[in-house]
């Protein structure tokens, strides 16, 4: 290993890596500079550094599978069986590590499953373990193991190739193998072919767009009861709205049937203790560091930077409560000027509307999902981001499932951040991951997860929303560009 500082400093460079792979050949030269002798400011250009990028090919490589069980065993008596498999790798020491998982196939006994991809880098090779378990879904979380196998790809192909089946069988209570409970419930692998598939990256060098969109709640505060109902004076009940409820602003006195808890909320944004608060030091708040967190990485892969933006939720001026409003006071376009535009629009906002409500977020995923088929029409190679940035928890919840499940069949993929200490407990249904797709109202599935939902406050330490977002952001653009077979301009 070398002392660097016995070495000669030449220079220094710095780029952003959407720099380079955004590249048509991924190859970017950037100029070095080194720090002037007299002050510490870099000014000095000492040549020049041409930096490339390439991914391993083997990241390309991907099996696509289709499995199905048959003789799958009640876990209760009379209970339904909701099956889904999960498929893990297995490393050192014998842990476990999930890399996948097909939907859940409600009340079906021998069910057969979308196709799934395993890429070979996630596994190691052909010939590394794989434990495929087959779990009856639970709506807590606990989900019952209805039966396990463990095989490698290759074995997984010959089980595809002899058109024979594998048992399942259940893991003993002391870990021994050769007390395992071999079940009749059997495991088949209809498809298994192998191909080079392009990756996120490939699309994003090939030309294909990431555009950010924003959409900002203006809703009024929102209380939360042990009993959502609420009183006149009078002792008539008014309305009820689940465990949430929309308190008008102009509304007469009202009070809780039994007390409750108030979340900290949007509120006066003229009052420190609103989520909306401007504060004059410049510190921002939480809805201005999830747009800039989000923003500033999306906006890289964006050509014009010119971004949609919306607020929910107000009554603008001797006007009536809006669900979907141009955030940039216009009544004929949308769009700002890069992230900075975005957040003077929502100051300017700020100061021109009433806060109001409900909350509601199919208005707003509609609108989006109107500029991605439009889109898709003139053929456009985008890819559509909406950040949706909320205090409390959406009521027109059936809508919005509506609205998303539609959605899915489109280039949109939508995060909800929630922000304050509102229960966000019933907005993680809109999250597919924990493997049950979302169905609307007419009984159609969503083809695929579009929707990933933060609460912010998990993420102010450590992990970023962004990170946690582009965490999933892949899977779901390549979900999409391969269902409809669109392959990158390389």
Aim: hydrophobic residues 40%; glycine residues 8%; negative net charge.
């Amino acid at each position: 290993m070398l002392d660097l500082d016995e070495q000669q400093f030449l220079g220094e460079a710095t780029c952003a890596l959407s720099q380079i792979i955004t590249q048509p050949d991924k190859s970017l030269t950037i100029d070095l500079y080194t720090e002037d002798s007299v002050g510490s400011t870099l000014s000095k250009n000492c040549g020049k550094l041409m930096v490339h990028g390439e991914e391993c090919i083997s990241s390309k490589t991907a099996i696509e599978m289709v499995f199905r069980c048959s003789d799958l065993e009640y876990k209760y008596l009379f209970s339904r069986t909701d099956p889904f498999l999960l498929i893990s790798k297995v490393v050192e020491a014998g842990a476990q590590i999930p890399i996948c998982k097909t939907e859940v196939i409600r009340n079906d006994l021998n069910p057969i499953w979308k196709s799934v991809f395993v890429n070979i880098q996630q596994v190691g090779s052909k010939d590394s373990p794989l434990i495929i378990e087959c779990y009856n879904f639970n709506s807590n979380g606990k989900h019952d193991l209805m039966g396990k196998v463990q095989r490698s790809l290759v074995e997984l192909e010959n089980i595809h190739n002899n058109g024979q089946g594998e048992n399942l069988f259940l893991p003993s209570a002391d870990g021994q193998n050769h007390d395992n409970k071999v079940l009749k419930s059997q495991l088949f692998v209809e498809k298994f072919t192998e191909s080079v598939q392009y990756t996120f990256l490939d699309y994003l060098a090939g030309g294909f767009e990431l555009n950010f969109m924003v959409a900002v709640d203006f809703t009024e505060v929102q209380h939360k009861f042990t009993i959502a109902a609420l009183v006149e004076e009078s002792g008539c009940v008014l309305f009820t709205l689940r465990n949430h409820l929309w308190v008008p602003q102009n509304a007469n006195p009202l009070r809780p049937l039994l007390s409750g808890s108030t979340a900290a909320s949007n509120g006066n944004p003229r009052l420190p203790d609103s989520l909306h608060y401007i504060d004059p030091s410049g510190r921002p708040n939480a809805y201005q560091r999830a747009i800039v967190e989000v923003g500033e990485v999306l906006q890289l892969y964006d050509s014009d930077k010119r971004f949609p933006t919306w607020g929910f939720g107000a009554r603008p001026i001797d006007g009536p409560v809006c669900h979907c409003f141009n955030l940039n006071g216009s009544s004929h376009y949308c769009e700002v000027e890069g992230i900075q535009g975005i957040l003077m629009a929502y100051t300017s906002a700020l100061l021109n509307v009433s806060l109001a409500g409900p909350t509601l977020f199919g208005p707003v995923i509609s609108t989006a999902a109107l500029i991605a088929s439009q889109s898709v029409a003139n053929g456009g190679r985008k890819y559509f981001v909406l950040l949706i940035i909320t205090d409390g928890v959406v009521t027109d919840l059936q809508e919005t499932k509506d609205a998303i499940v539609k959605a899915s069949d489109l280039p949109l993929s939508i995060l909800i951040v929630g922000v304050g200490g509102a229960d966000f407990k019933e907005m993680e249904v809109l999250d597919a991951d924990k493997g049950e797709r979302l169905e609307s109202s007419y009984g159609r599935v969503a083809s695929r997860d579009i929707v990933q939902f933060i609460p912010f406050r998990e993420v102010q330490s450590g992990l970023s929303v962004v990170q946690a977002f582009l965490a999933e952001l892949p899977a779901q653009f390549l979900t999409y560009v391969r269902s409809r077979n669109i392959q990158p301009n390389l």
